[in-house]
């Protein structure tokens, strides 16, 4: 399974960018799914991960409700819908997938994990 993300560039704060993820594999619809991030100096730290049917999606605190995760499993193909991004959000942004998922929130529940995308947030 390979992971390509996608999407990431410089914008200015309050702008959005859409980050979309590639998922090689046949069985796409059997993976639960992440997003991550990690600034520069700082830990990787979780943003968004959403449930193998898409039914179900969590977020952390300091992205929620401005960000939004997606999946469509008829295009292999997981996105992360950023708005009102601010200097903080400045971060590689990884997508991640794990078969058998049970805490959506924890990395070691993901097997497979994109490049990364870099994404700058000017003030």
């Known amino acids: 399974v390979q992971l390509q993300a996608s999407g990431g560039g410089l914008v200015q704060a309050g702008d959005s960018l859409n980050l979309s993820c590639a998922v090689s594999?046949?069985?796409?619809?059997?993976?639960?799914l992440s997003w991550w991030r990690q600034a520069p100096g700082r830990e990787r730290e979780f943003v968004a991960a959403?449930?193998?049917?898409?039914?179900?999606?969590s977020y952390a605190n300091s992205v929620k409700g401005r960000f939004t995760i997606s999946r469509e499993n008829a295009k292999n193909t997981l996105s992360l819908q950023m708005n009102r991004l601010n200097p903080e959000d400045t971060a590689v942004y990884y997508c991640?997938?794990?078969?058998?998922?049970?805490?959506?929130?924890?990395?070691?529940?993901?097997?497979?994990w994109g490049q990364g995308t870099l994404v700058t947030v000017s003030s």
């Open positions: 991640a997938a794990g078969m058998l998922v049970r805490e959506l929130t924890t990395a070691g529940e993901y097997t497979y």
């Open positions: 594999s046949v069985t796409f619809s059997w993976y639960g």
């Open positions: 959403i449930t193998r049917s898409g039914d179900s999606s």
